[in-house]
């Protein structure tokens, strides 16, 4: 008789906390150091506020395009929030995967009450698309390479120059930033890039200058790799994106500095996947308003060098959580490293990136 | 009697035909065994043939145009590309209609992302287009309004528009909202002597209706409606007698105006908002890609393009697919022969060995097998680099110096050695359970009739061991040829495969359709192989075990 009471209580106990459960909230996002980040600074404290709401990770924002595009056609669309890079939110957009937002009804305003709108500024690049950082494509070098004599790079265009700095570099196996390094070094004014680039000379022009260095470089498709190869010594010089490279340098201590020359701003961001249901989209919502408020957003940039994309979250950016050093300096948007910057066209690469992918990949096969 | 019995037909005790009484016993076994297979086949059918053909449909399937602009592509079928001048006003006219319906189902964009595949630049012309779009009407919406503020309001455009019928039945839903607004109707009236604004007004009420759950009697009509009413107007300037009532009125009022109108040419608005709507060559894209099926991809997937003269080649600095299937082949082929060359003498002494020993070497045999593919590709990386185990140990032992570090990875080299060692099990295993079968006593027999070592190998136990061979090279050439993960990994530039574009056309550029039509290239190539195979070795002289 004891066994039995014991038992159905365990079973109504079972029940009691299964109806008590917290409403799942699926949430993607590109795993790794980033993700730490983002659950760090603001879906922990949320989930503290709301215990009603659970937070779960899917780590697929490399192909998330493809996936909420199969979801789509199959009519079930699983995931509430997405983590993806602002050219990525135009296609979702595009599309028609992403649902269309109004910033200043979703988002918060600044403490000082600047609307959301202004906030974000030019970063809102669509009209789907919720900034969260500013990132940057750059390189990272190491400074213990004898065959370059003492001597550092510290212009993009030595990228280029084996002469003066002889070994390996890696890049990303694709035409986007590639294409506007090799012309920037070439000759062209920044602001011409985009202009030359859209003529054949033009991506004559850039492919003649990776030519310059096409024996020497390992191409990279995972963010990952270059600071493998530059710890590994495999390469001497390498893109990649800076957040990676502040942890190859900062926290791994490898012999690697970074070169923020002609540095490429990107940013990532969240969409909403269309079609949620009413109650699902409230929840998003509600989430979406805090975690990308002025300080949730400063506090992200304890956990990661990633620059916050509100104008009202830089002055509260502070020391990094765990090394305790300031973040500032790291920051891609830090006035020391973007004295030279280089701005990435999304509409003009909306373009022309099936055009010159195709190129791009012809070229590496010859 | 043997004539006797070859006229009688065999009949069975209960007097049926002898020949139909087997052929029913054999039917129902027949069907018997299908009933076995049934849930397999069934499930098989559903999960794996029939989305792979739902997938590779897609390689030539294009409705998109024709769903999207269906109006402009009737229109566009007078023009002629070869003029080389972009069409004439009516074809905008159409555009901006089918445009207006479009951008507000939000579909131009991916509209214009299918044609960038053709084109490039039509992406941003069709969304840079789609935000101005709805202004392309405000001149004749202002001259209406102004006119008769009436045209302002949704109601007075429900009068005109909407049957009788339907404004009775909405009145009644109005009163009562129970369920969805009653399905919108248009007035027969308006069908006849205004059909280009029935058209597009019957659109917008479906719009309101299906996708935004108003009402037509609550929500603004799209300013190229006007433009409709205009040109119907302009057409019929006797519409108001189709009319009766309040409805007659105001027709009657706008068509006496509309030859006063100001107007605006629809083809310079839409130059306006992207002057590439002004070329020729743009539009000869468009009415290329019209029809609901398309060989398109295909020919992009062969290196060649359709162009409205004809089929021609891509220019040379585009080429890449038929070279990458070239290389897969090769490749695949190059990996089947070192498989087949280090596996042979593993199998054979595997064979051999007595049971003890054998046992112990086949699970250092799988024991890779059940590793992650990815480690075992990333853990290649460390040997073969520059700065890698092997490198390093050539260096040291003074065979290399250091500047002369060998290049292994990372190119096709570093593709070869990695999918050799991983697919070398799927090739020792077949061969391991024909050798297995092999009797050593013919080899002994063979001895002992004088041949030595090598003619008893190779005239007696060789032969016996080709079904292995044909097994094992078969698998691993399929396996080897779908391959991405590790050509992407260790292959560099020189080392990549075809499924390496295919894997990025679909989760990277999202052209599905060319994906689709280079993996029925790829399915097609591997099955002529196949049956190339069956021809020359024979499919009967295969055995995996």
Same mark, same amino acid.
């Given at each position: 008789?004891?066994?039995?009471?014991?038992?159905?209580?365990?079973?109504?106990?079972?029940?009691?906390?299964?109806?008590?459960?917290?409403?799942?909230?699926? %949430?993607?996002?590109?795993?790794?150091?980033?993700?730490?980040?983002? *659950?760090?600074?603001?879906?922990?404290?949320?989930?503290? #506020?709301?215990?009603?709401?659970?937070?779960?990770?899917?780590?697929?924002?490399?192909e998330?395009?493809?996936?909420?595009?199969a979801?789509?056609?199959?009519?079930?669309?699983?995931?509430?929030?997405?983590?993806? %890079?602002?050219?990525?939110?135009?296609?979702?957009?595009?599309?028609?995967?992403?649902?269309?937002? =109004?910033?200043?009804?979703?988002?918060?305003?600044?403490?000082?009450?600047?609307? #959301?709108?202004?906030?974000?500024?030019?970063?809102?690049?669509?009209?789907?698309?919720?900034?969260?950082?500013?990132?940057?494509?750059?390189?990272?070098?190491? &400074?213990?390479?004898?065959?370059?004599?003492?001597?550092?790079?510290?212009?993009?265009?030595?990228?280029?120059?084996?002469?003066?700095?002889?070994?390996?570099?890696?890049?990303?196996?694709?035409?986007?930033?590639?294409?506007?390094?090799?012309?920037?070094?070439?000759?062209? #004014?920044?602001?011409? %890039?985009?202009?030359?680039?859209?003529?054949?000379?033009?991506?004559?022009?850039?492919?003649? *200058?990776?030519?310059?260095?096409? =024996? &020497?470089?390992?191409?990279?498709s995972?963010?990952?790799?270059?600071?493998?190869?530059?710890?590994?010594?495999? %390469?001497?010089?390498?893109?990649?994106?800076?957040?990676?490279?502040?942890?190859?340098?900062?926290?791994?201590?490898?012999?690697?500095?970074?070169?923020?020359?002609?540095?490429?701003?990107?940013?990532?961001?969240?969409?909403?996947?269309?079609?949620?249901?009413?109650?699902?989209?409230?929840?998003? *919502?509600?989430?979406? *308003?805090?975690?990308?408020?002025?300080?949730?957003? #400063?506090?992200?940039?304890?956990?990661? &060098?990633?620059?916050?994309?509100?104008?009202?979250?830089?002055?509260?950016?502070?020391?990094?959580?765990?090394?305790?050093?300031?973040?500032?300096?790291?920051?891609?948007?830090?006035?020391?490293?973007?004295?030279?910057?280089?701005?990435?066209?999304?509409?003009?690469?909306?373009?022309?990136?099936?055009?010159?992918?195709?190129?791009?990949?012809?070229?590496?096969a010859? | 009697?043997?004539?006797?019995?070859?006229?009688?037909?065999l009949?069975?005790?209960?007097?049926?035909?002898l020949k139909a009484a087997l052929a029913r016993a054999l039917r129902r076994e027949k069907m018997r065994s299908l009933l076995l297979i049934a849930p397999l086949l069934i499930f098989v059918l559903i999960t794996f043939v029939a989305p792979i053909f739902d997938m590779l449909f897609r390689s030539v399937?294009?409705?998109?145009?024709?769903?999207?602009?269906? !109006? /402009?592509? +009737?229109?566009?079928?007078?023009?002629?590309?070869?003029?080389?001048?972009?069409?004439?006003?009516?074809?905008?006219?159409?555009?901006?209609?089918?445009?207006?319906?479009? +951008?507000?189902?939000?579909?131009?964009?991916?509209?214009?992302? !299918?044609?960038?595949?053709?084109?490039?630049?039509?992406?941003?012309?069709?969304?840079?287009?789609?935000? !101005? @779009?709805?202004?392309?009407?405000?001149?004749?919406?202002?001259?209406?309004?102004?006119?008769?503020?009436?045209?302002?309001?949704?109601? /007075?455009?429900?009068?005109?528009? $909407?049957?009788?019928?339907?404004?009775?039945?909405?009145?009644?839903?109005?009163?009562?909202?129970?369920?969805?607004?009653?399905?919108?109707?248009?007035?027969?009236?308006?069908?006849?002597?205004?059909?280009?604004?029935?058209?597009?007004?019957?659109?917008?009420?479906?719009? +309101?209706? +299906?996708?935004?759950?108003?009402?037509?009697?609550?929500?603004?009509?799209?300013?190229?409606?006007?433009?409709?009413?205009?040109?119907?107007?302009?057409?019929?300037?006797?519409?108001?007698?189709?009319?009766?009532?309040? $409805?007659?009125?105001?027709?009657?009022?706008?068509?006496?105006?509309?030859?006063?109108?100001?107007? @605006?040419?629809?083809?310079?608005?839409?130059?306006?908002?992207?002057?590439?709507?002004?070329?020729?060559?743009?539009?000869?894209?468009?009415?290329?890609?019209?029809?609901?099926?398309?060989?398109?991809y295909f020919?992009?997937a062969a290196d060649?393009?359709?162009?409205?003269?004809?089929?021609?080649?891509?220019?040379?600095?585009?080429?890449i697919y038929l070279f990458l299937f070239y290389r897969t082949l090769l490749l695949s082929i190059i990996i089947t022969i070192s498989c087949l060359l280090l596996g042979y003498p593993i199998a054979f002494l595997l064979a051999a060995l007595p049971l003890r020993y054998s046992n112990l070497l086949l699970i250092l045999v799988l024991l890779p097998f059940w590793t992650s593919l990815l480690v075992r590709t990333s853990a290649w990386k460390v040997l073969l680099q520059?700065?890698g185990v092997i490198?390093?140990?050539?260096?040291?032992?003074?065979?290399?110096?250091?500047?002369? !570090?060998l290049?292994m990875i990372n190119n096709q080299t570093g593709t070869i050695i990695a999918m050799t060692h991983i697919l070398l099990p799927f090739m020792i295993l077949p061969l391991y359970s024909v050798m297995k079968t092999i009797s050593p006593s013919y080899v002994r027999a063979a001895k002992s009739l004088g041949a030595n070592d090598w003619t008893a190998f190779w005239r007696v136990y060789f032969p016996q061991s080709i079904p292995g061979i044909g097994a094992g090279a078969i698998l691993v050439f399929i396996l080897a040829i779908g391959y991405y993960i590790t050509p992407e990994l260790v292959g560099g530039t020189s080392g990549i495969f075809i499924s390496n574009r295919i894997a990025f056309h679909i989760s990277?550029?999202?052209?599905w359709?060319l994906a689709a039509a280079l993996g029925t290239l790829l399915l097609v190539a591997v099955l002529l192989l196949f049956v190339a195979y069956d021809r020359i070795v024979g499919i009967d002289n295969v055995k995996l075990g």
């Amino acid at each position: 008789m004891k066994l039995k009471t014991a038992i159905l209580a365990g079973t109504a106990l079972a029940f009691a906390s299964t109806a008590a459960v917290a409403e799942d909230m699926t %949430v993607v996002s590109w795993g790794g150091a980033y993700q730490a980040s983002q *659950k760090n600074a603001y879906a922990d404290p949320y989930m503290e #506020a709301n215990p009603d709401i659970n937070i779960i990770w899917d780590e697929s924002s490399n192909e998330a395009v493809a996936k909420l595009r199969a979801m789509n056609e199959a009519g079930n669309v699983t995931w509430d929030l997405v983590d993806v %890079v602002a050219s990525d939110a135009m296609r979702l957009c595009d599309e028609g995967l992403a649902m269309e937002i =109004d910033h200043d009804e979703v988002l918060a305003a600044a403490p000082d009450g600047t609307s #959301a709108s202004d906030d974000f500024g030019d970063l809102i690049v669509s009209d789907c698309f919720i900034p969260q950082i500013v990132y940057s494509t750059t390189f990272g070098y190491r &400074s213990d390479v004898e065959a370059w004599g003492g001597k550092e790079p510290d212009d993009i265009c030595d990228v280029f120059d084996l002469e003066a700095f002889p070994g390996k570099r890696s890049l990303e196996k694709r035409p986007i930033n590639n294409m506007e390094w090799a012309l920037l070094c070439d000759g062209v #004014a920044k602001e011409d %890039v985009y202009d030359v680039l859209e003529t054949d000379e033009g991506i004559d022009r850039a492919f003649a *200058k990776l030519d310059s260095i096409k =024996d &020497s470089v390992v191409w990279w498709s995972a963010g990952a790799e270059t600071p493998q190869l530059l710890a590994d010594g495999e %390469v001497v010089i390498g893109s990649t994106y800076n957040g990676r490279l502040f942890a190859l340098i900062e926290e791994q201590k490898q012999p690697v500095k970074m070169l923020w020359d002609a540095q490429v701003f990107d940013l990532d961001g969240w969409i909403i996947p269309t079609g949620l249901p009413d109650d699902r989209l409230a929840m998003v *919502k509600d989430f979406v *308003k805090f975690a990308t408020d002025t300080q949730r957003l #400063a506090d992200q940039a304890k956990y990661i &060098s990633y620059g916050p994309a509100r104008k009202s979250s830089a002055p509260l950016v502070g020391q990094h959580a765990d090394l305790g050093i300031d973040m500032a300096p790291h920051m891609p948007t830090d006035p020391e490293n973007a004295k030279n910057t280089f701005l990435y066209n999304y509409e003009w690469w909306a373009d022309y990136r099936d055009d010159l992918d195709a190129k791009f990949q012809a070229w590496l096969a010859q | 009697m043997s004539d006797a019995t070859s006229n009688q037909v065999l009949t069975t005790q209960d007097g049926k035909p002898l020949k139909a009484a087997l052929a029913r016993a054999l039917r129902r076994e027949k069907m018997r065994s299908l009933l076995l297979i049934a849930p397999l086949l069934i499930f098989v059918l559903i999960t794996f043939v029939a989305p792979i053909f739902d997938m590779l449909f897609r390689s030539v399937e294009n409705q998109i145009v024709s769903e999207t602009i269906p !109006r /402009t592509v +009737v229109a566009l079928e007078e023009w002629d590309a070869e003029t080389g001048e972009a069409p004439g006003e009516d074809v905008y006219n159409a555009l901006l209609f089918d445009f207006i319906i479009a +951008v507000e189902n939000k579909r131009h964009t991916q509209l214009g992302t !299918r044609l960038n595949y053709e084109q490039t630049g039509l992406s941003s012309m069709f969304r840079r287009t789609g935000r !101005r @779009v709805d202004d392309f009407g405000e001149t004749y919406a202002d001259q209406f309004i102004d006119l008769n503020e009436a045209w302002k309001e949704p109601v /007075t455009w429900v009068t005109v528009m $909407a049957s009788p019928s339907w404004i009775e039945a909405q009145k009644a839903w109005a009163s009562n909202p129970t369920g969805p607004e009653p399905a919108f109707e248009l007035s027969p009236a308006a069908l006849d002597v205004l059909p280009a604004t029935s058209d597009l007004y019957g659109a917008f009420a479906q719009f +309101v209706q +299906v996708e935004e759950n108003d009402s037509p009697t609550e929500e603004d009509p799209w300013t190229p409606i006007y433009k409709a009413l205009y040109q119907d107007l302009s057409a019929n300037p006797n519409a108001a007698t189709a009319f009766s009532g309040e $409805a007659a009125t105001l027709v009657g009022q706008a068509a006496a105006a509309v030859p006063a109108f100001e107007t @605006v040419s629809v083809k310079e608005l839409f130059i306006d908002a992207d002057e590439d709507w002004g070329s020729a060559e743009n539009w000869a894209v468009i009415k290329t890609f019209a029809p609901t099926y398309t060989s398109g991809y295909f020919l992009s997937a062969a290196d060649a393009q359709l162009t409205p003269t004809g089929v021609e080649m891509k220019p040379d600095d585009e080429q890449i697919y038929l070279f990458l299937f070239y290389r897969t082949l090769l490749l695949s082929i190059i990996i089947t022969i070192s498989c087949l060359l280090l596996g042979y003498p593993i199998a054979f002494l595997l064979a051999a060995l007595p049971l003890r020993y054998s046992n112990l070497l086949l699970i250092l045999v799988l024991l890779p097998f059940w590793t992650s593919l990815l480690v075992r590709t990333s853990a290649w990386k460390v040997l073969l680099q520059q700065q890698g185990v092997i490198n390093d140990v050539l260096v040291w032992t003074g065979l290399i110096s250091d500047a002369g !570090r060998l290049v292994m990875i990372n190119n096709q080299t570093g593709t070869i050695i990695a999918m050799t060692h991983i697919l070398l099990p799927f090739m020792i295993l077949p061969l391991y359970s024909v050798m297995k079968t092999i009797s050593p006593s013919y080899v002994r027999a063979a001895k002992s009739l004088g041949a030595n070592d090598w003619t008893a190998f190779w005239r007696v136990y060789f032969p016996q061991s080709i079904p292995g061979i044909g097994a094992g090279a078969i698998l691993v050439f399929i396996l080897a040829i779908g391959y991405y993960i590790t050509p992407e990994l260790v292959g560099g530039t020189s080392g990549i495969f075809i499924s390496n574009r295919i894997a990025f056309h679909i989760s990277s550029s999202l052209n599905w359709g060319l994906a689709a039509a280079l993996g029925t290239l790829l399915l097609v190539a591997v099955l002529l192989l196949f049956v190339a195979y069956d021809r020359i070795v024979g499919i009967d002289n295969v055995k995996l075990g």
